[in-house]
């Protein structure tokens, strides 16, 4: 069974950077490919970000992209995504999720492992 916890969320300012981490138990973590995805208030999860087991590719969702960056540490099993220029439209909860299913990473189906998620707010 594969743990997955996501920290660093809390409430900031328009305009300020944030890091969220989310460590992953058990001893297969290069095995996975990881991915942020998130829920806003009244809204669907939606794909934020995504990056493959070495961590040579990443994937952004056009909303984020040049504002948010996503790497992981194999050798800490931990992911990290950082957040710069928040808006107030970036309020949600933040999710992890890992999979090594063959597919798109950009869609929820591939994973097969969520965390509990971290929310952030951003106050305009």
């Known amino acids: 069974q594969v743990q997955l916890v996501e920290s660093g969320g809390r409430l900031v300012q328009a305009g300020a950077s944030l890091r969220l981490s989310c460590a992953a138990s058990?001893?297969?973590?290069?095995?996975?490919?990881m991915a942020w995805f998130r829920q806003g208030p009244g809204k669907e999860r939606e794909f934020v970000a995504a990056?493959?087991?070495?961590?040579?590719?990443?994937y952004y969702a056009d909303s984020v992209k040049g504002r948010f960056s996503i790497s992981r540490d194999n050798a800490k099993n931990t992911m990290y995504l950082q957040m710069n220029s928040l808006k107030a439209e970036d309020t949600a909860v933040y999710y992890c999720?890992?999979?090594?299913?063959?597919?798109?990473?950009?869609?929820?189906?591939?994973?097969?492992?969520w965390g509990q998620g971290t929310q952030v707010t951003v106050s305009s």
């Open positions: 058990g001893r297969t973590f290069t095995s996975w490919n």
């Open positions: 990056i493959t087991r070495a961590g040579i590719s990443t």
């Open positions: 999720a890992a999979g090594a299913k063959f597919g798109i990473l950009t869609y929820s189906t591939v994973y097969d492992y």
